[in-house]
Protein backbone atom coordinates (compact mmCIF):
# COMPACT_ATOMS: atom_id res chain seq x y z
CA UNK A 1 0.00 0.00 0.00
CA UNK A 2 1.26 3.41 -1.04
CA UNK A 3 0.96 6.21 1.45
CA UNK A 4 0.58 9.39 0.28
CA UNK A 5 0.67 12.79 2.17
CA UNK A 6 1.20 15.62 -0.62
CA UNK A 7 -1.91 17.11 -2.65
CA UNK A 8 0.35 16.82 -5.83
CA UNK A 9 1.32 13.35 -5.77
CA UNK A 10 -2.29 11.97 -4.84
CA UNK A 11 -3.37 14.19 -8.09
CA UNK A 12 -0.90 12.87 -10.19
CA UNK A 13 -1.29 9.12 -8.93
CA UNK A 14 -4.72 9.40 -10.23
CA UNK A 15 -4.11 10.84 -13.53
CA UNK A 16 -2.03 8.22 -14.10
CA UNK A 17 -4.64 5.59 -13.30
CA UNK A 18 -7.56 7.39 -15.15
CA UNK A 19 -5.35 7.65 -18.57
CA UNK A 20 -4.64 3.91 -17.73
CA UNK A 21 -8.15 3.32 -17.94
CA UNK A 22 -8.55 2.66 -14.50
CA UNK A 23 -11.41 3.20 -12.28
CA UNK A 24 -10.91 4.54 -8.70
CA UNK A 25 -12.97 4.12 -5.84
CA UNK A 26 -12.76 6.23 -3.14
CA UNK A 27 -13.56 5.72 0.39
CA UNK A 28 -13.22 8.69 2.48
CA UNK A 29 -13.07 8.41 6.75
CA UNK A 30 -11.64 10.35 9.31
CA UNK A 31 -9.54 7.15 10.58
CA UNK A 32 -9.77 4.66 13.79
CA UNK A 33 -11.14 2.45 11.35
CA UNK A 34 -13.65 -0.06 12.26
CA UNK A 35 -15.68 -3.01 10.60
CA UNK A 36 -18.56 -0.59 9.32
CA UNK A 37 -14.93 1.37 7.43
CA UNK A 38 -13.64 -1.66 6.20
CA UNK A 39 -16.72 -2.69 4.70
CA UNK A 40 -17.10 0.23 2.67
CA UNK A 41 -13.16 -0.50 0.96
CA UNK A 42 -14.55 -4.32 0.63
CA UNK A 43 -17.13 -2.70 -1.51
CA UNK A 44 -15.03 -0.06 -2.93
CA UNK A 45 -12.48 -2.69 -4.18
CA UNK A 46 -15.42 -3.86 -6.27
CA UNK A 47 -16.58 -1.06 -7.86
CA UNK A 48 -13.51 0.16 -9.23
CA UNK A 49 -9.94 -1.54 -10.46
CA UNK A 50 -8.13 0.62 -7.73
CA UNK A 51 -8.76 1.92 -4.10
CA UNK A 52 -7.89 5.23 -2.29
CA UNK A 53 -9.31 5.42 1.36
CA UNK A 54 -8.39 9.09 3.11
CA UNK A 55 -7.66 9.44 6.85
CA UNK A 56 -7.94 13.40 7.47
CA UNK A 57 -9.74 14.45 10.69
CA UNK A 58 -11.47 17.50 9.06
CA UNK A 59 -11.63 19.93 12.06
CA UNK A 60 -13.89 21.82 10.37
CA UNK A 61 -16.68 19.74 10.64
CA UNK A 62 -16.49 20.26 14.48
CA UNK A 63 -18.49 22.32 15.99
CA UNK A 64 -16.56 21.86 19.10
CA UNK A 65 -13.40 21.72 19.30
CA UNK A 66 -13.36 19.60 22.78
CA UNK A 67 -15.04 17.07 19.96
CA UNK A 68 -12.34 17.51 17.70
CA UNK A 69 -9.47 17.08 20.35
CA UNK A 70 -11.37 14.02 22.05
CA UNK A 71 -11.93 12.22 18.47
CA UNK A 72 -9.85 8.77 18.50
CA UNK A 73 -6.64 7.54 16.43
CA UNK A 74 -4.94 5.16 15.86
CA UNK A 75 -2.94 5.33 13.18
CA UNK A 76 -0.50 2.00 13.21
CA UNK A 77 -3.83 -0.02 12.99
CA UNK A 78 -5.59 2.04 10.32
CA UNK A 79 -2.72 1.23 8.28
CA UNK A 80 -2.53 -2.35 8.67
CA UNK A 81 -6.02 -2.89 8.44
CA UNK A 82 -5.97 -1.16 5.28
CA UNK A 83 -2.97 -2.79 4.05
CA UNK A 84 -4.40 -5.71 4.72
CA UNK A 85 -7.64 -5.39 2.49
CA UNK A 86 -5.38 -4.62 -0.48
CA UNK A 87 -6.12 -0.62 -0.33
CA UNK A 88 -3.51 0.79 -2.92
CA UNK A 89 -3.29 3.94 -1.46
CA UNK A 90 -3.75 5.27 1.96
CA UNK A 91 -3.92 9.68 1.51
CA UNK A 92 -3.01 10.96 4.81
CA UNK A 93 -3.41 15.38 4.20
CA UNK A 94 -1.57 17.29 6.18
CA UNK A 95 -3.97 19.84 7.83
CA UNK A 96 -1.20 23.21 6.72
CA UNK A 97 -2.07 21.77 3.24
CA UNK A 98 -5.86 21.16 3.20
CA UNK A 99 -6.62 24.39 5.22
CA UNK A 100 -3.70 26.75 4.31
CA UNK A 101 -3.17 29.87 5.85
CA UNK A 102 -5.01 32.21 3.84
CA UNK A 103 -7.94 29.51 3.12
CA UNK A 104 -11.21 31.19 2.82
CA UNK A 105 -13.94 29.14 0.91
CA UNK A 106 -16.75 26.64 1.64
CA UNK A 107 -19.33 24.80 0.13
CA UNK A 108 -22.49 24.48 1.80
CA UNK A 109 -25.38 22.97 0.73
CA UNK A 110 -28.64 24.83 1.87
CA UNK A 111 -31.83 22.83 2.57
CA UNK A 112 -31.25 18.98 3.55
CA UNK A 113 -28.29 20.71 5.77
CA UNK A 114 -30.90 22.11 7.73
CA UNK A 115 -32.74 19.58 9.98
CA UNK A 116 -31.60 16.76 12.40
CA UNK A 117 -28.00 16.78 13.59
CA UNK A 118 -27.57 19.96 11.19
CA UNK A 119 -30.05 21.69 13.74
CA UNK A 120 -27.67 20.25 16.49
CA UNK A 121 -24.19 20.79 15.12
CA UNK A 122 -24.15 24.15 13.81
CA UNK A 123 -21.48 23.95 10.67
CA UNK A 124 -20.82 20.43 10.90
CA UNK A 125 -22.03 20.13 7.26
CA UNK A 126 -20.65 22.87 5.91
CA UNK A 127 -17.49 21.68 7.36
CA UNK A 128 -18.20 18.17 5.75
CA UNK A 129 -19.00 19.35 2.39
CA UNK A 130 -16.35 21.94 1.88
CA UNK A 131 -13.93 19.06 2.57
CA UNK A 132 -15.38 16.24 0.97
CA UNK A 133 -15.73 18.29 -2.39
CA UNK A 134 -11.77 19.19 -2.13
CA UNK A 135 -10.84 15.58 -1.68
CA UNK A 136 -13.19 14.92 -4.71
CA UNK A 137 -10.84 17.27 -6.55
CA UNK A 138 -7.78 15.45 -4.93
CA UNK A 139 -8.45 12.11 -5.14
CA UNK A 140 -10.35 12.60 -8.84
CA UNK A 141 -12.62 9.09 -8.11
CA UNK A 142 -15.14 7.40 -10.41
CA UNK A 143 -16.86 6.44 -7.39
CA UNK A 144 -16.84 6.95 -3.73
CA UNK A 145 -18.20 5.37 -1.11
CA UNK A 146 -20.42 6.49 1.96
CA UNK A 147 -22.25 4.57 5.10
CA UNK A 148 -25.81 4.67 5.95
CA UNK A 149 -25.25 5.60 9.40
CA UNK A 150 -24.74 8.71 8.35
CA UNK A 151 -27.76 9.07 6.51
CA UNK A 152 -28.04 12.74 6.52
CA UNK A 153 -24.51 12.83 5.34
CA UNK A 154 -25.11 10.68 2.56
CA UNK A 155 -28.57 12.53 1.05
CA UNK A 156 -26.55 16.40 1.48
CA UNK A 157 -22.81 15.19 -0.54
CA UNK A 158 -25.57 13.54 -3.53
CA UNK A 159 -27.11 17.09 -3.33
CA UNK A 160 -23.56 18.95 -3.91
CA UNK A 161 -22.64 16.43 -6.46
CA UNK A 162 -25.54 16.85 -8.38
CA UNK A 163 -25.85 20.39 -7.63
CA UNK A 164 -22.10 21.19 -8.41
CA UNK A 165 -21.96 18.41 -11.76
CA UNK A 166 -18.94 16.22 -9.78
CA UNK A 167 -18.42 13.54 -12.48
CA UNK A 168 -18.69 10.69 -9.95
CA UNK A 169 -20.91 8.09 -8.63
CA UNK A 170 -21.75 8.63 -4.61
CA UNK A 171 -22.43 4.61 -4.06
CA UNK A 172 -24.56 5.02 -0.15
CA UNK A 173 -24.10 1.31 1.52
CA UNK A 174 -26.18 -0.04 4.55
CA UNK A 175 -25.06 0.66 8.39
CA UNK A 176 -22.64 -2.57 9.92
CA UNK A 177 -23.86 -3.23 13.30
CA UNK A 178 -22.80 -5.02 16.38
CA UNK A 179 -24.24 -8.64 16.73
CA UNK A 180 -26.62 -6.83 19.50
CA UNK A 181 -27.56 -4.44 17.15
CA UNK A 182 -25.26 -1.24 18.12
CA UNK A 183 -24.31 0.56 14.93
CA UNK A 184 -20.52 0.38 14.37
CA UNK A 185 -18.92 3.90 15.14
CA UNK A 186 -15.76 5.28 16.00
CA UNK A 187 -17.21 7.16 18.91
CA UNK A 188 -18.48 3.63 20.36
CA UNK A 189 -14.65 3.00 21.82
CA UNK A 190 -15.49 6.16 24.14
CA UNK A 191 -18.83 4.35 25.94
CA UNK A 192 -17.86 2.56 28.86
CA UNK A 193 -19.10 -1.34 29.61
CA UNK A 194 -22.55 0.14 30.74
CA UNK A 195 -22.95 2.57 28.46
CA UNK A 196 -22.58 0.23 25.77
CA UNK A 197 -25.23 -1.88 27.31
CA UNK A 198 -27.90 1.56 27.39
CA UNK A 199 -26.88 2.16 24.03
CA UNK A 200 -28.47 -0.51 22.82
CA UNK A 201 -31.58 1.08 23.74
CA UNK A 202 -31.49 3.03 20.19
CA UNK A 203 -31.20 0.12 17.85
CA UNK A 204 -33.90 -0.82 19.93
CA UNK A 205 -35.98 2.17 19.63
CA UNK A 206 -35.76 1.66 15.71
CA UNK A 207 -36.94 -1.75 16.67
CA UNK A 208 -40.01 -0.68 17.82
CA UNK A 209 -40.73 1.80 15.26
CA UNK A 210 -40.81 -0.40 12.80
CA UNK A 211 -43.14 -3.16 14.85
CA UNK A 212 -45.77 -0.65 15.50
CA UNK A 213 -45.75 0.27 11.63
CA UNK A 214 -45.94 -3.40 10.77
CA UNK A 215 -48.83 -3.44 13.44
CA UNK A 216 -50.66 -0.63 11.58
CA UNK A 217 -49.56 2.42 13.14
CA UNK A 218 -49.76 5.03 10.63
CA UNK A 219 -49.57 8.60 13.06
CA UNK A 220 -45.57 10.10 13.47
CA UNK A 221 -46.41 11.83 17.01
CA UNK A 222 -47.37 7.97 18.07
CA UNK A 223 -44.23 6.15 16.46
CA UNK A 224 -42.22 9.12 18.00
CA UNK A 225 -43.55 8.95 21.59
CA UNK A 226 -42.81 5.63 21.38
CA UNK A 227 -39.15 6.08 20.16
CA UNK A 228 -38.81 8.89 22.89
CA UNK A 229 -39.68 6.56 25.89
CA UNK A 230 -37.65 3.31 24.89
CA UNK A 231 -34.36 5.75 25.22
CA UNK A 232 -35.96 7.79 27.72
CA UNK A 233 -36.56 5.11 29.85
CA UNK A 234 -32.68 4.19 29.97
CA UNK A 235 -30.78 5.96 33.00
CA UNK A 236 -28.22 8.10 31.43
CA UNK A 237 -29.24 8.74 28.10
CA UNK A 238 -30.70 12.26 26.59
CA UNK A 239 -32.28 11.52 23.53
CA UNK A 240 -31.25 15.09 21.06
CA UNK A 241 -33.65 14.15 18.32
CA UNK A 242 -36.05 11.72 17.00
CA UNK A 243 -37.79 12.12 13.55
CA UNK A 244 -39.36 10.23 10.75
CA UNK A 245 -38.87 11.80 7.31
CA UNK A 246 -38.62 11.56 3.76
CA UNK A 247 -35.78 10.28 2.82
CA UNK A 248 -35.38 12.25 -0.30
CA UNK A 249 -35.46 15.87 1.11
CA UNK A 250 -35.37 14.65 4.64
CA UNK A 251 -38.78 17.08 5.45
CA UNK A 252 -40.55 15.82 8.26
CA UNK A 253 -43.98 13.38 7.71
CA UNK A 254 -46.89 12.94 9.78
CA UNK A 255 -48.15 9.80 8.89
CA UNK A 256 -46.20 7.01 7.22
CA UNK A 257 -47.69 5.90 4.69
CA UNK A 258 -44.50 5.28 2.61
CA UNK A 259 -40.75 4.46 2.91
CA UNK A 260 -39.57 6.86 5.91
CA UNK A 261 -36.26 7.54 7.32
CA UNK A 262 -36.82 6.92 11.16
CA UNK A 263 -33.26 9.30 12.35
CA UNK A 264 -32.35 9.58 15.84
CA UNK A 265 -29.87 11.09 17.64
CA UNK A 266 -28.84 10.66 21.41
CA UNK A 267 -26.03 11.12 24.33
CA UNK A 268 -25.25 8.34 26.47
CA UNK A 269 -22.97 10.18 29.16
CA UNK A 270 -20.76 12.68 26.79
CA UNK A 271 -20.95 9.85 24.46
CA UNK A 272 -23.29 11.21 20.96
CA UNK A 273 -24.48 8.46 19.29
CA UNK A 274 -26.69 8.57 16.17
CA UNK A 275 -28.40 5.88 14.36
CA UNK A 276 -31.53 5.38 11.38
CA UNK A 277 -33.39 3.22 9.55
CA UNK A 278 -35.78 3.47 6.70
CA UNK A 279 -38.83 2.17 8.22
CA UNK A 280 -42.61 2.02 6.40
O1 LIG B 1 -18.03 10.33 7.64
C1 LIG B 1 -16.89 10.78 7.91
O2 LIG B 1 -16.03 10.09 8.47
C2 LIG B 1 -16.56 12.22 7.56
O3 LIG B 1 -17.67 13.06 7.71
C3 LIG B 1 -15.98 12.37 6.14
C4 LIG B 1 -16.97 11.98 5.08
C5 LIG B 1 -14.72 11.53 6.01
C6 LIG B 1 -15.59 13.84 5.90
O4 LIG B 1 -14.64 14.27 6.81
Known sequence: MQIIHRVSEMQRWSDAQRQAGKKVAFVPTMGFLHEGHLSLVRAAKQAGDVVVVSIFVNPMQFNQ?????????????????????????????????????????????????????????????????????????????????????????????????????????????????????????????????????????IAGALNTAQQLVGQGERRAATILRAVRDTISGQDGTRLEYASLCDPDTLEEVEKVTRPTLLAIAAWVGEVRLIDNRVIG
Do not use: W
Not at 152 to 158: A, R
Open 65 to 201: QSDFAAYPRDDEQDRRLLSELGTDVLFNPDASEMYPDGYQTAVEVEKVSQPLCGAHRPGHFRGVTTVVAKLFNMVKPHAALFGEKDFQQCVVIKRMVTDLNFDLEIVAMPTVREADGLAMSSRNARLSPAQRQTSLC
